[in-house]
């Protein structure tokens, strides 16, 4: 008996981390599955307790893993210059023009990020922009496009690392750069809130 409850436990061992593996290629799915299997172990009356224990542990910590490395951490927008886009000085584009669209990008990229949260917490607020240096100007008819990627947290805060680029034909040429820093906000209650959003560990480098 004890040798077919050990081959079991093996046979689900195998299944939950081959589906949990398949997640990670594949998609949701296997998350599915993985899932699914994780509350059979956990949850069903009469499982034998050899069953238990070692295995649902095991596939709690790759599933775990997995859920922090899904946090969505980039955005990317786009805008065409315009002739009401510009300054006292045109055909260049107006900075304040520039760094609302950065502010708009890195919004999107902070709301996305945001769905990790154990908390609940939904909306941020803007409350800095360190670091920001404009290269070259933007002109009309310039295809810009802004990309921004969650860099960092803090219990609270969210800092995001934003760039604006020329998408000309001979490639992108980068126009202004710099880190617009959010707070997590509960708009009811009128101050921020804890977010407790884990980023996934940076890539590891040869």
Known sequence: MEDRVHAWSRFLRATALSCLLAG??????????????????????????????????????VWQEQRVQLVELEASTSFVVFPTDCNANPPACFGGKLLAEMDRCAAIAVRRCLRASPTGARDAVTVAVDGVQFHRPARVKDLVVVTARVSAVGARSLTVDVRAECDAEDGRQLLVGGKFVFVAYDVEKGKAVEHRVQLPPAPQRD
Do not use: M
């Not at 599955?33 to 542990?57: C, I, N, T, Y």
């Open 24 to 61: 990670t290629l594949c998609g949701g799915l296997g998350y599915f599955f993985g899932g699914r299997l994780l509350d059979l172990l956990d949850d069903r009356p009469g499982l034998h307790p050899a069953l238990r224990g070692g295995v649902a542990e095991e596939v709690e910590v």
